[in-house]
């Protein structure tokens, strides 16, 4: 109870797109704005929890009363989460894109006249939150989210175990509906006790919501 409860407590959430270079101009990202994670860690501050928002590349301003790690990519993002632990708390809502480049060219990739474009080699990226969700010193709460186009709650279901979260909160990113990169979220809730979907609401109030959630598993 009280306006603070999270007073004493330290949490860590991740937020945006990664960035990972081609070469010294070029890189691959997504469609991530970093506006449900920054308002996550907005909220988690207003209950009083010491907030490290590690944030991909986002045009936002950084959340009042947290401090902020920026980063461009999913390994620079892994460091800097493994450096802010031990902490009560990890949500960890970065859109990291699954593969890097494996050698980013060191220069800028020129065209070759007939030699067609150049072949780019991927390689798989960390997992951050399955790190965490594994690490000896695991946050008491780790909440992942899953942003998926298709068969969201079972795909949901199957993140939460693989990635040794506490709750997965899933989404639906068809580009109909607006959601990544807009300002409004339709939300389920997973667990191992079940799914529950919450009703179109604000980020903001998502990420209200998601405090209160993260404050009454703590307490
Ligand atoms: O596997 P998928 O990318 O759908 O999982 C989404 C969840 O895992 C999100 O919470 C995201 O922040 C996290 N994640 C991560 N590191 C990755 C990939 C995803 O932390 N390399």
Same mark, same amino acid.
């Given at each position: 109870g009280g306006a603070k409860p999270l007073a004493g407590r330290t949490a860590i959430v991740t937020s945006g797109p990664t960035h990972e270079p081609i070469d010294p101009v070029r890189y691959i990202a997504n469609r991530s704005s970093g506006r449900q994670g920054h308002a996550i860690a907005a909220a988690l501050a207003r209950l009083g929890a010491q907030v490290t928002l590690v944030s991909g590349p986002v045009t936002l301003a950084d959340p009042p009363?947290?401090?902020?790690?920026?980063?461009?990519?999913?390994?620079? #993002?892994? !460091?800097?989460? @493994?450096?802010?632990?031990?902490? /009560?708390? &990890? %949500? #960890? %809502?970065? &859109? %990291?894109?699954?593969?890097? %480049?494996?050698?980013?060219? &060191?220069e800028k990739i020129k065209k070759q006249p007939g030699e067609g474009p150049p072949p780019l080699m991927l390689t798989e990226n960390p997992d951050i939150l399955k790190t965490v969700g594994h690490h000896a010193r695991r946050p008491k709460v780790v909440v992942g989210f899953a942003a998926e186009t298709q068969d969201v709650e079972n795909n949901g279901r199957v993140k939460l175990q693989k990635k040794g979260a506490d709750l997965i909160v899933a989404n639906d990113v068809t580009p109909e509906t607006?959601? #990544?990169?807009?300002?409004?979220?339709?939300?389920?809730?997973?667990?191992?006790?079940?799914?529950? !979907?919450?009703? /179109? @609401?604000?980020?903001?109030?998502?990420?209200?919501?998601?405090?209160?959630?993260?404050?009454?598993?703590?307490?």
């Amino acid at each position: 109870g009280g306006a603070k409860p999270l007073a004493g407590r330290t949490a860590i959430v991740t937020s945006g797109p990664t960035h990972e270079p081609i070469d010294p101009v070029r890189y691959i990202a997504n469609r991530s704005s970093g506006r449900q994670g920054h308002a996550i860690a907005a909220a988690l501050a207003r209950l009083g929890a010491q907030v490290t928002l590690v944030s991909g590349p986002v045009t936002l301003a950084d959340p009042p009363g947290v401090t902020v790690i920026k980063v461009e990519r999913a390994d620079e #993002m892994l !460091q800097a989460v @493994l450096g802010a632990l031990p902490a /009560d708390i &990890a %949500v #960890m %809502v970065a &859109a %990291v894109a699954d593969w890097r %480049v494996a050698t980013p060219n &060191a220069e800028k990739i020129k065209k070759q006249p007939g030699e067609g474009p150049p072949p780019l080699m991927l390689t798989e990226n960390p997992d951050i939150l399955k790190t965490v969700g594994h690490h000896a010193r695991r946050p008491k709460v780790v909440v992942g989210f899953a942003a998926e186009t298709q068969d969201v709650e079972n795909n949901g279901r199957v993140k939460l175990q693989k990635k040794g979260a506490d709750l997965i909160v899933a989404n639906d990113v068809t580009p109909e509906t607006g959601i #990544m990169g807009g300002t409004r979220n339709s939300v389920k809730l997973i667990t191992t006790a079940g799914a529950e !979907q919450w009703p /179109d @609401l604000s980020k903001d109030d998502v990420a209200g919501r998601l405090a209160g959630w993260i404050t009454e598993r703590l307490t």
